[in-house]
């Protein structure tokens, strides 16, 4: 049962855990740092920032051939992080977890490999119109290379799908359903779980987009039972240009290789090459070792944490600030599902995200304003964007209301 | 009409009075977009968008009495209020004299830290967007005396 492993203490002592992250002891523009850009990319605990340094101080190697000391060393914490993302994601085997830059490169590598392989003429993908443009774009060159057609699942009013609309668009030619288990706009947490059984009934493949879902919840891809499963380290406290790609052994192995080089191959002649097995045959070249080691870490103060005590955390303040924002004349709320993760994005009414997302800078708050790369959902809502706040572990009560009170100072004087 | 170099020292002067208070010198420059003559709807249009800002920013420009005047909006109150102060600068000005100008009001007034570098990007391609309408009159004035 990976629940129970995550459960962590029974309380959080939020004061004590953001002393562990040096930047959240600074001032910005003389206020202290309020930082609610935590969907973009979340701050780093001093472990994570250790692990970079212990690596390049003791033990920088490069892995998996080097038959001397500092090699074995370097392969041995590499290869420790892949094992610890099958138990983060409770994957089966240790050998269907593949290291990448980040989601998008993630969702890529299946588009360039599966995609080529077994998506075609008269076939069809299918996405939401919620998604990142990273499981967008993709798809959308695919398809024009091979004649198959996307479908885009609407989002309702409120931001949820309507699983009625999802059965109808899926048929024996679906050859692969990419979804996010969370928007990154909207917060939304999408049933993934029935649409993947919907989906299989058909015969298609699954991709999950868990780029923000991983950091705010129990992702389990056995229960999930999703083909593929995409996500960033850097948005679960761990370093930039890491990215997982869980992949089930069999399509994996059916999968032809990404790129060629060194890691990739099992033998080469200049005749022929014959490739390395799972999850090598994906990894060519030296990876980025540093920051998936230090990934470990990252993983290790979620499990300490609890991700059930996160999820709980973040939920009460998303809670907090939906109600203290609500409760604004002149603030509309962007994505009002039933079911969120801690992102809450918003408009000032008459107000331009960009300018309020400076007045809140202004103020410290840290918060991102645009399209989020979701252009065809903010299209969708005839917005230019909105300004979204998301939470991470870290943030306070306090901040949540600091964000309240600011916001509600700006629409005030907009309205004046 | 007061020299682009007067007018300048006067815009020094009002943001010094806000004494690098970030979200007053941010409400003041939203005031200053508000206050700005609006741009008649059909100047409003693609060909009027500068390129290279991230906001929407129009700018309209006439000839009148070998004087430049220029027109200006945006989809966004800051940018609004930063084109508001170049129009203030260099509207009702000569070619020569708008071509010559040395903009140091807004490294002075500190506007770089304040809007930080994509804004700043902007406001260097809205000023050049103005200087190339400048000497764009100015080469039609010269080839009518010439022609």
């Known amino acids: ?416 | 009409m007061s020299s682009i170099k007067d007018i300048q020292n006067d815009i020094v002067e009002e943001f010094a009075l806000l004494a690098d208070d970030r979200e007053a010198t941010l409400f003041y420059l939203m005031e200053l977009g508000d206050k700005m003559a609006p741009l008649p709807e059909e100047y409003k249009k693609d060909e009027n968008l500068i390129k290279g800002c991230q906001s929407k920013v129009w700018l309209h420009a006439e000839m009148r009495d070998g004087k430049v005047y220029y027109q200006a909006d945006s989809n966004t109150d800051i940018t609004r209020g930063l084109i508001s102060l170049l129009v203030r600068v260099l509207s009702g000005h000569t070619p020569d004299e708008i071509l010559d100008a040395d903009l140091d009001f807004i490294q002075r007034i500190g506007m770089h830290q304040l809007i930080g570098s994509q804004r700043s990007n902007g406001l260097n391609a809205m000023i050049k967007q103005m200087k190339l309408y400048a000497l764009g009159f100015k080469t039609k004035e010269a080839s009518k005396e010439n022609g």
């Open chain 1, 1 to 416: 049962m990976p629940a129970t492993l995550h459960t962590g203490p029974a309380t959080l002592d939020v004061t004590a855990l953001r002393s562990r992250f040096p930047v959240l002891q600074r001032e910005v523009n003389g206020y202290p740092l309020t930082y609610l850009d935590n969907a973009a990319t979340t701050q780093k605990p001093q472990q994570v920032i250790d692990a970079l340094s212990h690596y390049y101080s003791h033990y920088n190697a490069n892995i998996h051939r080097g038959v001397h000391t500092l090699a074995q060393e370097a392969t041995e914490a590499f290869e420790a992080t892949r094992q610890a993302v099958q138990e983060l994601i409770n994957a089966p085997e240790k050998e269907e977890i593949i290291f990448t830059k980040g989601t998008s490169e993630s969702i890529n590598l299946v588009a360039a490999t599966f995609g080529r392989t077994f998506v075609g003429k008269g076939q069809n993908i299918i996405i939401s119109g919620m998604e990142h443009h990273s499981n967008i774009v993709p798809w959308q060159m695919l398809c024009e290379e091979t004649g198959a057609e996307l479908r885009v699942l609407p989002v309702q009013d409120n931001g949820e799908l309507d699983l009625a609309d999802y059965e109808r668009l899926l048929d024996e030619n679906t050859a692969l359903v990419a979804i996010c288990m969370a928007s990154n706009t909207l917060g939304t947490v999408n049933p993934v779980k029935e649409m993947t059984a919907t989906a299989h009934k058909q015969g298609a493949r699954v991709l999950l987009d868990a780029a923000q879902a991983l950091p705010h919840s129990l992702v389990d891809v056995q229960e999930l039972d999703c083909d593929f499963l995409a996500a960033s380290a850097h948005k679960m406290y761990g370093p930039t240009g890491v990215g997982i790609l869980y992949g089930k052994r069999e399509v994996l192995e059916a999968m032809p290789p990404y790129q060629g080089g060194g890691e990739m191959i099992s033998e080469v002649t200049f005749a022929k090459t014959t490739y390395n097995d799972i999850p090598f045959k994906f990894e060519a070249g030296t990876p980025n070792i540093a920051d998936v080691i230090a990934f470990r870490e990252a993983i290790a103060f979620v499990k300490e944490l609890g991700l059930e005590n996160i999820a709980r955390h973040e939920a009460a303040l998303l809670k907090q600030a939906t109600e203290g924002l609500q409760a604004n004349e002149g603030v509309t709320l962007v994505g009002t599902a039933a079911h969120k993760v801690g992102v809450l994005s918003f408009n000032i009414d008459g107000l331009h995200p960009f300018d309020t997302g400076m007045m809140l800078d202004a103020l410290g708050i840290a918060v991102r304003t645009g399209h989020h790369c979701t252009m065809p959902l903010v299209a969708r809502y005839g917005i230019e964007g909105t300004v979204r706040a998301s939470f991470a572990v870290y943030n306070t009560s306090e901040e949540v209301d600091r964000l309240i009170q600011a916001v509600s100072r700006i629409a005030q004087r907009k309205r004046k």
